[in-house]
C-alpha cells in the first residue's frame, strides 16, 4: 500500500501562486509514476498533470500548460505541483495519486489517491 498525503492548499487571488505537496509513505515509492488531478464541483475528476519515475517524462492538461510545473524528489518521497497565474477556473480540490509503471492521464490507472487539498482562486 502507498499512502498519499498531500497539502499547501489554501485561498489566493487571480493571479498568484500555490505550491502543492503530496507525502507518500508505505510500500516504497520507486517505480511510481505520480499525477495530480482535480474536481471541481459539479464536475468529474479531470487530469492535470503527471511525471514519470525518474522525472523524465511529464504530461500536462492544455489549460494548465505554461502555468504549472509538476516535480518530484524521490529521496523525500515527494511530489509537487507547482501552480503560478492562476485563475478563478482553476478552483478545485486538487488529488496527488500514484500507479506503478509508465505516465498516464486515466485517472482509472491510478492505484493510489491522497485525501484531496482544496485550491480556491479569488477573482
Known amino acids: 500500500q502507498v499512502q498519499l498525503v498531500e497539502s499547501g492548499g489554501g485561498l489566493v487571488q487571480a493571479g498568484g501562486s500555490l505550491r502543492l505537496s503530496c507525502a507518500a509513505s508505505?510500500?516504497?515509492?520507486?517505480?511510481?509514476?505520480m499525477g495530480w488531478f482535480r474536481q471541481a464541483p459539479g464536475r468529474e475528476r479531470e487530469f492535470v498533470a503527471a511525471?514519470?519515475?525518474?522525472?523524465?517524462?511529464?504530461y500536462y492538461t492544455d489549460s494548465v500548460k505554461g502555468r504549472f510545473t509538476i516535480s518530484r524528489d524521490n529521496a523525500k518521497n515527494t511530489v509537487y505541483l507547482q501552480m503560478n497565474s492562476l485563475k478563478p477556473e482553476d478552483t478545485a480540490v486538487y488529488y496527488c495519486?500514484?500507479?506503478?509503471?509508465?505516465?498516464?492521464?486515466?485517472?482509472?490507472?491510478?492505484?493510489?489517491w491522497g485525501q484531496g487539498s482544496q485550491v480556491t482562486v479569488s477573482s
Open positions: 495519486a500514484a500507479r506503478s509503471g509508465l505516465i498516464s492521464n486515466d485517472y482509472a490507472r491510478y492505484d493510489y
Open positions: 508505505g510500500r516504497t515509492f520507486s517505480g511510481y509514476a
Open positions: 511525471i514519470s519515475w525518474s522525472s523524465g517524462y511529464t
